[in-house]
């Protein structure tokens, strides 16, 4: 089955700064890649998707970038605010499981 | 748009009980919803895909007696945690797919917290 691994599993930013999580998939049927943001104690809240046809997405000051040959995708934050820290996870979508396949997440912090 | 809505969102009762969880999606109408668990600090674990008209399809190693799961509609799908132990605390989160095929975004709900006394 797929198996996502995603890093780092911590980051620290200063407001302004830019922040990056990396993913990396295994099976490479794998053909739709979302990213979500929890806030402590609530949903995971879809923030941006991309699909295999597509190698990059963008909306407002988040980004994702997808490399099918190598097999990963990131996320990218730009102009970091306090607002942005929370746990983000990364997901893997394969048809043949019918599932999403999800990182381990990453707890995002940015200080003032 | 695509809003999910959990109830209860907490849940304290002692051993023994069971505790039914339901999801449901407001705006649009789901054939397919999914329950997880997730632990402190932990990534969403997939217990199992909730199909309308259908048998859920449990991961391994998730007891489908223990966790029964019903979704007779397109908008509503619910878990009960039978003769739930204090083992089965944890935070329960549903997800619906918007409709359209099996690619398409997944929408949580805001979750169940369940403490077994």
């Known amino acids: 089955g797929e198996n996502v691994e995603q890093h780092p599993s911590t980051l620290s930013v200063q407001e302004g700064d830019s922040a990056v999580i990396k993913c990396t998939y295994s099976d490479s049927a794998s053909n739709y890649f979302p990213w979500y943001k929890q806030e402590l104690g609530k949903r995971p809240q879809l923030i941006i998707d991309i699909r295999s046809n597509v190698g990059e997405k963008k909306d407002q000051r988040i980004a994702v970038t997808l490399n099918k040959t190598a097999k990963h995708f990131s996320l990218h934050i730009t102009e970091t605010q306090p607002e942005d820290s929370a746990v983000y996870f990364c997901?893997?979508?394969?048809?043949?499981?019918?599932?999403?396949?999800f990182g381990t997440g990453t707890q995002l912090k940015v200080e003032l | 748009g695509a809003v999910v809505s959990q109830h209860p969102s907490w849940v304290i009762c002692k051993s023994g009980t069971s505790v039914k969880i339901e999801c449901r999606s407001l705006d649009f109408q789901a054939t397919t919803m999914f329950w997880y668990r997730q632990f402190p600090k932990q990534s969403l674990m997939l217990m199992a895909t909730s199909n309308e008209g259908s048998k859920a399809t449990y991961e391994q190693g998730v007891e489908k007696d223990k966790f029964l799961i019903n979704h007779a509609s397109l908008t509503l799908s619910t878990l009960t945690v039978t003769s739930a132990h204090p083992e089965d605390s944890s935070f329960y989160i549903c997800?619906?797919?918007?409709?359209?095929?099996?690619?398409?975004?997944?929408?949580f709900g805001d979750g169940t917290r369940l403490s077994i006394l």
């Open positions: 997800s619906a797919r918007e409709f359209g095929g099996s690619n398409q975004p997944q929408h």
């Open positions: 997901a893997a979508f394969t048809g043949g499981g019918n599932k999403l396949t």
